[in-house]
């Protein structure tokens, strides 16, 4: 929780990594699945002993040489700049605990580059069988990296045994990495991989100019690298929601059954979009490669690839939505709280638990209440809100019409925000039933507010500043007070 | 016997002759492989037309299913589609693809009409083509209007009845008019009457009539070609059908994705309850589409020389529509130089049509 806040006007910082994270997952999927499919493919042109096939592989493959070494590369560093910025806490959690498997990625990252240089560089000047297998290899590494980020990135979901209840560490980082949802989780990718490595193709395969039987040919070969997610994505979707904490699953049950009635959560209306996207995605593959591959031409492939574009950023997002409100689930908040600090930074106070804050509060007169209560708002909100204007989950705008008490006391409702209540009954039997249940609606959305109540005080004045109400006020005080200077100098002029 | 037919054919084939013994279906399809649709660099924009019927479906369907729970009263308005929105399952989808539907539609209607202006495609002997043509996207435009007051939400009341008001200062029948379309001096029960009618009977069957007459018109007279694909020697043509429809099937695909990422993330607002005897709100503005007219009012003075500003203003943006009609008889493509002139004006009259636009949003 210690560390500067990056302040990113009317985004939010949270955007700066979304937005480079799901175009380097629109690359980096490509790079995996495009492996496959030249692996494949290559194996085709060999039993076909079609040299027409290689030529197209060649060319592919240039584009792929170019799309993943060069922007693949480059945006899977931005997203370590954004992180390191926008999130420190959770990016020093990641490296500190799981050293071990990003040493493995890294490797895994380095013997993909070298094999793709040399697969690409040795296409012709090589054994048509051994380059061959060459792909297969290049393949293999590609899905080890694939293998070792799912077991990362799904453990920040559901960690299985690494944590327990309180958000304690009591597993080792295997539980976390080969997590309940990992093998699901890794599935869905891979035909997500397949789907896309197809798109890219219809992309390079509709630039084929005269050879119009290939052209046709390899536009239906290309659109059937969908089948795999049409026949059995679904499934491993299902299985993989059932891998999800109770309390996402939920979120994501009651969003989606009363999307229908306007529920406008976020979540429910994302997931709703992805969903849209898959089958409006199939849709146009079936009508335009596979159905009409003569009409097809290089504007409509870029069409697709936009669609898939879609598809990825609804898909990564609700991923992403639904660790809310914590970075690493159960164990860190989005703002870098830890779930098992509440009680002891509560204890000790905000400002003496987070050096950053104390540091900048530190140069605040002390009567400076709304000074404090905006520091409390960089440091434990705007990772997931901007203050004012119509920027991402606004304060200003989601508080409205609050007064001063209505906003003190939702700060206090926030301050429960984790407890969880439990109810001991006896049910016709006899026996003991616990029922549970969230001290406040917030929970599950929103991390707990921290500190003591003079600095929550301060930050409730500091948001008073940005509600509507708060803003009459001061617009109404400013006029008073510019009444009040002109009010003597009239006096004077009379006199 | 149908069942032993039924089981020698396979299902589709039985589907086919079933129809065609009882509708010239064969004569059709023969008629629509027969059609071509040229193949050149600008073909992009052949795709237009076929994005309108969409929206056009789409705007029907969700436009009926609408109706089912809108309750076309001044008092009652306000809350039913509150109910669509809240408490129908789904009625903010479809009310907002009904809404986003509106303003896409003139959109695209609005690129439809440039790409075929600029392709010259109103050109001898498809002026009647291009006049049915500017009658949709007048028709889509009052559609538009009558649309939005029908929520009777703050912002729908006043920019009906600043609209209605601007229409009002039209010289000689201005005043008539507006009392027409009121039904009174004052946007109310009788306005609401009107413009439910006019939005949901006389438009539809309006808009029946001319996109019936403007495809027919298609059929008949074949796609327009550019000019510089006439004098090509090897010219690339494909089947209507089944490849052009295929190819439309695919665009709808696209444009039904987008359209419906721009709905869900964006669903379209219901302001507050209307206050009749409250001023308007600040900064009311007419729809998108109506702004460049809307600023061309606000631009002049007055009072211009002899004249009253607002007629003068009326004058002008009278006449600039005029030149879209007369095109056709003006740029006959026999005279290079005015063929030049009719491109240039067109390009001006677009950047106008933006920039007035533009200014107008930022008021």
Not at chain 1, 364 to 376: P, Q, S, Y
Request: charged residues 15%; hydrophobic residues 50%; neutral net charge.
């Amino acid at each position: 929780m210690s560390y500067p806040v990056w302040e990113v006007p009317n985004i939010g910082n949270g955007w700066i990594i979304g937005l480079i994270a799901i175009f380097h997952v629109f690359i980096s999927h490509f790079a995996i699945g495009g492996g496959a499919f030249l692996a494949l493919t290559e194996t085709l042109a060999y039993k076909k002993n079609d040299d027409r096939i290689y030529d197209y592989i060649k060319k592919h493959s240039k584009f792929f040489l170019l799309l993943t070494t060069v922007l693949g590369a480059v945006s899977g560093v931005g997203i370590w700049w954004a992180i390191g910025l926008a999130n420190p806490s959770g990016a020093s959690v990641l490296i500190q605990n799981f050293g071990l498997f990003w040493g493995a990625e890294w490797t895994f990252f380095a013997a993909e580059l070298a094999t793709f240089l040399a697969y690409y560089y040795t296409m012709g000047k090589m054994d048509k069988k051994n380059h061959c297998v060459l792909a297969w290899i290049y393949f293999g590494i590609s899905f080890g990296t694939l293998f070792v980020i799912n077991g990362i990135l799904t453990g920040m979901l559901t960690n299985g045994g690494w944590l327990n209840a309180q958000g304690n560490i009591v597993g080792t980082v295997y539980d976390s990495f080969f997590n309940p949802a990992f093998w699901p989780a890794l599935a869905i990718r891979l035909f997500i991989m397949f789907a896309l490595a197809g798109i890219y193709a219809l992309l390079t395969a509709s630039t084929i100019k005269g050879q119009d039987d290939l052209k046709q040919y390899l536009l239906r070969y290309s659109a059937k690298w969908m089948l795999p997610g049409l026949i059995a994505g679904p499934l491993f979707v299902v299985w993989y929601m059932f891998t999800l904490p109770p309390a996402t699953q939920q979120v994501i049950v009651s969003g989606l059954s009363s999307l229908g009635e306007g529920n406008f959560s976020m979540m429910a209306k994302v997931i709703f979009l992805c969903i849209v996207f898959a089958t409006g995605l199939i849709g146009m593959v079936i009508v335009g490669p596979f159905l009409n591959p003569k009409g097809f031409n290089t504007t409509f492939a870029l069409m697709l690839l936009a669609s898939g574009f879609g598809f990825m950023f609804t898909e990564e997002w609700s991923r992403e939505m639904m660790r809310k409100p914590y970075v690493i689930y159960n164990y860190m908040y989005s703002n870098g709280l830890r779930k098992n600090q509440i009680a002891q930074v509560n204890a000790d106070g905000f400002f003496k638990s987070n050096a950053w804050a104390r540091a900048e509060g530190a140069t605040l007169a002390k009567e400076d209440t709304v000074g404090h209560g905006k520091l409390m708002f960089r440091y434990q909100c705007m990772s997931c809100h901007t203050a004012t204007g119509n920027g991402y989950r606004s304060m200003a705008r989601l508080l409205g019409e609050r007064d001063e008490n209505a906003i003190a006391n939702l700060i206090t409702l926030m301050k429960d925000n984790h407890v969880i209540l439990s109810e001991e009954s006896k049910d016709e039997k006899g026996n003991t039933v616990i029922t549970t249940k969230a001290k406040t609606p917030y929970n599950g959305y929103m991390p707990p507010v921290v500190g003591h109540q003079d600095e929550l005080d301060a930050l409730s004045k500091y948001l008073v500043t940005l509600s509507k109400k708060g803003m009459e006020a001061g617009a109404e005080k400013a006029e008073a007070q510019m009444a009040t200077e002109s009010a003597p100098q009239s006096t004077t002029t009379k006199s | 016997m149908a069942f032993e037919t039924f089981k020698k054919m396979n299902l589709l084939k039985f589907g086919y002759d079933w129809l065609n013994q009882r509708v010239p279906l064969e004569a059709a399809i023969k008629f629509a492989t027969k059609k071509e649709v040229p193949v050149h660099k600008h073909s992009i924009w052949y795709y237009m037309g076929g994005i309108c019927m969409l929206f056009v479906v789409l705007q029907l369907v969700t436009g009926l299913l609408l109706m089912v729970h809108y309750v076309p009263s001044y008092e009652g308005a306000y809350q039913s589609v509150m109910a669509i929105n809240n408490k129908i399952p789904f009625g903010w989808l479809i009310r907002s693809m009904h809404s986003w539907g509106a303003n896409l539609f003139i959109a695209i209607l609005v690129i439809h009409m440039f790409s075929t202006y600029f392709m010259k495609a109103y050109r001898s002997p498809r002026e009647l083509t291009w006049f049915s043509g500017l009658g949709l996207i007048g028709l889509a435009m009052v559609f538009g209007f009558t649309g939005y007051l029908l929520p009777m939400d703050e912002m729908a009341f006043f920019a009906t009845k600043v609209g209605v008001d601007v229409a009002g200062e039209a010289p000689f029948i201005g005043e008539l008019v507006a009392n027409f379309v009121r039904g009174g001096e004052e946007v109310g029960q009788a306005t609401m009457n009107r413009f439910f009618l006019i939005h949901v009977c006389a438009l539809p069957a309006a808009l029946m009539g001319a996109l019936g007459l403007h495809l027919l018109l298609i059929q008949i007279h074949g796609i327009s070609e550019p000019e510089y694909f006439k004098k090509l020697s090897i010219k690339k043509y494909e089947k209507f059908f089944p490849d052009f429809i295929m190819n439309d099937m695919f665009v709808w695909g696209g444009v039904t994705l987008l359209f419906l990422a721009i709905v869900c993330l964006n669903p379209w607002p219901l302001g507050p309850t209307i206050d009749p005897s409250a001023p308007a709100p600040i900064g009311i503005k007419p729809e998108w589409y109506f702004l460049s007219q809307f600023q061309v009012l606000k631009l002049m003075p007055s009072q211009f020389l002899f004249f009253e500003g607002a007629h003068v203003a009326m004058a002008i943006i009278g006449a600039a529509a005029s030149t879209m009609v007369l095109i056709p008889f003006l740029d006959t493509g026999k005279n290079p130089t005015i063929s030049k002139l009719a491109t240039i004006w067109g390009v001006v009259f677009l950047i106008a049509l933006g920039v007035l636009t533009y200014m107008g949003l930022q008021v």
